[in-house]
């Protein structure tokens, strides 16, 4: 089973990326589990979307503690709350214009930064960054498919739907070779 943790700040995007994410991998056939914890329901509060995937129902109703894959909107939620939840085998993508390097002061994590803003602004999306940030996490978990995942984005992007994919394809193909 792949347990994910996607960790923002309200406002960012954060749920609504979860609940692609989860619709992306329920239309490749997968059982998918998806909740969402948060504080007070104000801008920029931690904000944590949570999901299971696997082949076989999930009957598990607990909380995710390690998940194998983190998916973090803001740098500056790279702290101790956030690193709990990881250990050196956790994949964390996060959205940062620093390379990996400067993350080496965190400890020993598996830590892959994309540009997440630099792609969306390329792409016409502004600071709107959910679309590249799932594309560059699916490139780097080689799952779910591109295809999919893109005519997700497609269908559920309200406006700008061809950059929307743009920018989730774009950030695929940049982290496709990176190895988690």
Do not use: W
Not at 80 to 90: H, N, V
Not at 163 to 172: I, L, T
């Amino acid at each position: 089973m792949l347990e994910i943790l996607i960790q923002g700040r309200g406002g960012q995007g954060a749920q609504t990326a979860g609940n692609l994410l989860a619709r992306t991998f329920f239309a490749e056939g997968k059982y998918v589990q998806s909740f969402a914890s948060y504080g007070g329901a104000r801008r920029g509060t931690p904000v944590n979307s949570f999901l299971r995937v696997d082949d076989k129902p999930i009957r598990l109703r607990c909380s995710i503690e390690h998940p194998a894959a983190i998916l973090c909107f803001d740098d500056s939620l790279l702290q101790g709350q956030l690193l709990q939840f990881a250990s050196k085998d956790t994949v964390i993508v996060v959205n940062s214009r620093r390379d990996a390097e400067h993350y080496a002061s965190l400890g020993d994590y598996n830590i892959i930064p994309i540009d997440g803003i630099g792609i969306a602004q390329k792409n016409n999306m502004g600071r709107i960054v959910n679309s590249a940030l799932l594309g560059s996490f699916a490139g780097v978990l080689h799952q779910p498919s591109i295809e999919m995942l893109s005519q997700v984005v497609e269908e559920s992007a309200p406006v700008k739907k061809q950059e929307n994919v743009a920018a989730c394809e774009e950030a695929f193909h940049l982290t496709q070779g990176v190895h988690a």
